[in-house]
């Protein structure tokens, strides 16, 4: 089944109808909201499953909003509640777009490939 074809439920749970929280973390993580109109990826700049995710974005030309999620700064931002009901993984890169939580790389650009097959 192609995950552009799937539910939001199907990908990831979280982030749906989640109210304003903040986040003793990260700044950038200091607001968050259910579903943002740009798209956001988490990520970590040294993780290589985050740098293929912004390349891929970069090929199909989806501008987001990066949201750096440090994973060794207070052992690891990626182990926040906050960021947690956004990745119960507790893993980077997350990518928030179209009402959807995608949460491994491979099926971010499994979508951005269904969705996007130009880039």
Not at 57 to 85: C, F, T
Not at 93 to 116: C, F, W
Request: glycine share 4%; aromatic share 6%.
């Amino acid at each position: 089944k192609s995950l552009s074809k799937m539910k939001a439920s199907q990908v990831a749970p979280a982030a749906q109808n989640q109210t304003k929280q903040s986040c003793k973390t990260s700044p950038k993580l200091s607001t968050i909201y259910s579903m943002p109109d740009k798209p956001q990826l988490y990520s970590y700049f040294h993780s290589s499953c985050s740098w293929r995710v912004r390349i891929a974005l970069n090929l199909a030309m989806i501008e987001v909003e990066q949201v750096p999620i440090h994973l060794a700064r207070n052992g690891g931002e990626q182990h926040s509640q906050d960021y947690q009901k956004i990745n119960p993984l507790k893993q980077v890169p997350t990518l928030e777009i179209d009402g959807l939580v995608l949460t491994q790389s491979v099926a971010i650009m499994e979508y951005i490939h269904d969705t996007h097959p130009e880039g």
